[in-house]
């Protein structure tokens, strides 16, 4: 996965350019003439014949400046690249005015959030981001779901994200060298949600992190831990596993509901996260398991009520027993919410009046998966268990990340991210 070459064809120069390893791609965006290796000077769609441009008719919406192309809407930008991890360095700013950018890649992961740049200025933000294909063998695939095929996650081309006050001079690509990877095994509470307003903390927790880690993120919606080994989505991550590199397991809503002889908390599911744990660190790799999030559902005296039964216990014994390091999510989110409390707390899920957003003719109230402040709250959480642990990982949170207490969550009046422009109002699989 790391030792590759590619090719991008550039039919408007009718010429092949192949970049090696250690090759940089180079993208300069505005209308004064460039030395640069490929210079756009328009909106130009992307197809995959020349390899890269603008993607969802954000081209409608972006201006271009003599140094850089601006917009107050989502903005979509694609290069077609193969599987592999890549450090991405995008240099923001404007001539003509201030600019405040977020940035996210492929399905909503969140890179940098409210990136400031006073007018004629020029900021560079640098980023590591794992592209992913299906393929483990040539005999062998992940088996993906049907809902998952149109993900920008497995669409075979590096999409970047930029909304707010948008101001783009330039984007540098390259393979990454030097990283250690982050591995998330789970359901619906850690994939990487593909549309608004389905949040979860997986796409949240790569902004905490310094661009020499890298979060490559399988989990898939209504996932138990034997179906995310049934569709090979584990032989996956076990083939690209280098030593050192981690595993997070978070599983449980789907797993309790597994009913029969040999099943349950102390059955499969205890024995398949032993199996989990004794193939990463059979690849050297250092498993981390992690507590179901909890389900919002709040008893009349305003303490939560338990949903997962034995599931964290089974966990947690599990996590004992083979000296593995553990994060209780279980109890982490069960103590936000009641800070929260039973109202201030929908603002952390998917609930929403009719009309909220485009074409949503009916209200969202699920009290399983989050928006993005929910994600954030936990993804929050997570990084500050890292902190308090012993692993190395701890090391590579960016020094700004402030501290976080479930028991003191924060507001979500104080919360501001720019939305992206695709929406679904259909919930994601699992509950």
Request: a negative charge.
């Amino acid at each position: 996965m790391k030792d590759f070459t590619f090719t991008i064809l550039l039919l408007s120069l009718n010429l092949s350019i192949v970049f090696s390893q250690s090759e940089i791609k180079t993208f300069d965006f505005g209308l004064e003439k460039s030395s640069k290796e490929i210079q756009i000077t328009s909106p130009v769609s992307y197809n995959v014949e020349r390899g890269y441009g603008f993607g969802f008719d954000a081209s409608e919406n972006i201006t271009f400046e003599k140094n850089a192309f601006t917009s107050t809407n989502p903005s979509y930008f694609s290069i077609k690249l193969p599987e592999g991890n890549y450090t991405i360095e995008v240099d923001l700013g404007s001539n003509k005015r201030s600019s405040e950018t977020t940035i996210k890649a492929e399905s909503r992961r969140l890179m940098h959030r409210h990136i400031p740049v006073q007018k004629g200025d020029t900021k560079t933000e640098i980023f590591t981001v794992n592209l992913r294909g299906i393929k483990i063998s040539p005999e062998e695939s992940i088996n993906l779901k049907s809902r998952e095929e149109d993900d920008l996650n497995w669409d075979q081309k590096l999409t970047l994200e930029f909304s707010g006050t948008v101001a783009v001079r330039a984007l540098r690509i390259k393979p990454a060298e030097a990283y250690k990877s982050i591995f998330l095994a789970g359901d619906s509470t850690v994939t990487d949600q593909d549309v608004e307003p389905w949040a979860s903390w997986g796409q949240m927790i790569t902004q905490f992190f310094s661009s020499e880690i890298v979060v490559a993120n399988y989990a898939a919606s209504g996932e138990s831990l034997g179906s995310f080994k049934g569709r090979n989505r584990l032989k996956k991550i076990m083939y690209n596993m280098q030593k050192g590199d981690y595993l997070f397991i978070e599983f449980g809503h789907n797993d309790e509901k597994i009913k029969g002889k040999g099943n349950g908390a102390y059955g499969l599911y205890a024995q398949l996260l032993k199996e989990y744990v004794t193939v990463a660190r059979k690849k050297g790799g250092i498993p981390v398991l992690l507590t179901p999030t909890q389900r919002r559902h709040f008893n009349p005296d305003g303490k939560l009520e338990p949903t997962h039964g034995d599931f964290p216990d089974a966990m947690r014994k599990v996590a004992k027993e083979l000296d593995v390091p553990l994060i209780d999510l279980t109890t982490i989110t069960t103590k936000m919410y009641e800070a929260w409390g039973a109202e201030e707390s929908k603002n952390a899920l998917v609930h929403y009046p009719a009309n909220t957003f485009p074409g949503q003719d009916k209200a969202l109230a699920d009290n399983t998966h989050f928006n993005v402040f929910g994600a954030n709250e936990i993804a929050l959480a997570i990084i500050e268990e890292i902190r308090n642990s012993d692993l190395e990982l701890k090391n590579q949170i960016r020094e700004e990340i402030p501290r976080y207490d479930p028991n003191n969550p924060n507001n979500f009046s104080d919360w501001n991210l720019p939305g992206s422009s695709r929406f679904e109002s259909t919930k994601p699989e699992g509950n």
